[in-house]
C-alpha cells in the first residue's frame, strides 16, 4: 500500500540529510552543482533520481560558464514505491547518493559496491 505523502518541505528536508551523509572528502567537490526535488521525471514516471551534466572526471580545467549539474530527485516515485515514511527517508538517501555518485564519475556496480543503490 501506498504511504501518505509527505510535504515538499518535508521531501526536501530527507534530500538534505541525505546531502548531509555524503563525506568530506566528497562533498567539497560538489561545486556548480544543485539537487531537485520535482515530483516525477515527465519521460519516466517511475525514475527515482537522475544526474544531468558531465561527470566530474570528465570535466575539463577550462569547464566554467556552464549551467551546473543538477541531480533530480523525483518525490512521486519515490513515494509510490514506500510504504512509510521510515522507508522513503532510506530510499531517498540511496537515490541523492546514487545520483551523487554519476556526478563523481562512478559506473553502476562501484555504485553498488559503495552500498549507494
Given at each position: 500500500?501506498?504511504?501518505?505523502?509527505?510535504?515538499?518541505?518535508?521531501?526536501?528536508?530527507?534530500?538534505?540529510?541525505?546531502?548531509?551523509?555524503?563525506?568530506?572528502?566528497?562533498?567539497?567537490?560538489?561545486?556548480?552543482?544543485?539537487?531537485?526535488?520535482?515530483?516525477?521525471n515527465?519521460?519516466?514516471?517511475?525514475?527515482?533520481?537522475?544526474?544531468e551534466?558531465?561527470?566530474?572526471?570528465?570535466?575539463?580545467?577550462?569547464?566554467?560558464?556552464?549551467?551546473?549539474?543538477?541531480?533530480?530527485?523525483?518525490?512521486?516515485?519515490?513515494?509510490?514505491?514506500?510504504?512509510?515514511?521510515?522507508?522513503?527517508?532510506?530510499?531517498?538517501?540511496?537515490?541523492?547518493?546514487?545520483?551523487?555518485?554519476?556526478?563523481?564519475?562512478?559506473?553502476?556496480?562501484?555504485?553498488?559496491?559503495?552500498?549507494?543503490?
Open positions: 500500500m501506498a504511504m501518505m505523502p509527505v510535504t515538499q518541505a518535508e521531501f526536501e528536508e530527507m534530500i538534505n540529510d541525505a546531502l548531509d551523509t555524503i563525506p568530506e572528502e566528497f562533498a567539497r567537490h560538489m561545486t556548480n552543482m544543485v539537487v531537485l526535488a520535482r515530483d516525477f515527465y519521460d519516466n514516471p517511475t525514475l527515482l533520481g537522475l544526474f551534466g558531465v561527470p566530474l572526471p570528465e570535466k575539463q580545467a577550462n569547464h566554467t560558464g556552464f549551467l551546473p549539474d543538477a541531480v533530480f530527485v523525483y518525490k512521486d516515485a519515490l513515494e509510490a514505491m514506500c510504504s512509510n515514511e521510515e522507508e522513503l527517508r532510506r530510499e531517498v538517501r540511496v537515490t541523492v547518493l546514487h545520483e551523487v555518485g554519476h556526478y563523481f564519475g562512478l559506473e553502476e556496480h562501484e555504485l553498488h559496491e559503495l552500498g549507494w543503490g
